[in-house]
């Protein structure tokens, strides 16, 4: 849905109005309206996000970047929140938790960045606005599906095979009890270290502490 939507507003010439719209907001916190679109796509996938960035003005690629690791949530980290969120019955938080998400990242990117953008100023000007050209938006629009079939999803379908061959030869149980000093630090029960380990790994590895309905 978020390919499909870059996609339309790219073709037609809405993107850069809206960039260039947004473009003072974003200066506050150390990027341009270009970096928009890869802060955007992240809550899609951080990878191609960060592929995107290249697009960005060199001076702020690196901060651009710096948003998306802490601010873009990507879509397997949203399925794994509204999912543990929804296991405790407490679905509605996840909206405070994308706000405070992007609020801590903008911090981030702000401290870190903060004169990043002041000698920028923008050069082109604004595309007239369009129609679509529907063979480049499906060329588009498959790519980015191709991605996800053969680069994204084949990662998390290994990591639910080693997940489940880890559990079957005990090994689950002993990264449980060396995770324990440090769960009991937090109060947190120790069925949920096969969680916060594969999270380490994929943000979507939070999806097992979910298996059959558990609240932790």
Known sequence: MISITTTITEETGIQEHLTNALDPWLRKIGLTGRDLLPVITGFGCNVVAVMQSRSCSSCTRISCVSLLAFGSACSYQIGATLSIFNAAHAPV????????????????????????????????????????NWSAFRWKVSGVIKQFLFQAMPIFLLICLLASVL??????????????????????????????????????????????????
């Open 93 to 132: 938080l996840f909206i405070p938790y994308l706000f405070f998400l992007f609020i801590v990242g903008a911090i981030h990117t702000r401290i870190l960045n903060k004169n990043a953008t002041n000698e920028l100023t923008r050069i082109t000007p604004l595309p007239y606005l369009q129609g679509i």
């Open 167 to 216: 559990e079957i030869v005990g090994i689950l149980s002993i990264l449980r009890w060396l995770a324990m000093p440090l769960l009991y630090l937090f109060s947190i029960p120790t069925d949920a270290a096969p969680g916060l380990i594969f999270s380490f790994i994929r943000k979507d590895g939070l999806l097992v502490l979910n298996e059959g309905r558990a609240v932790y």
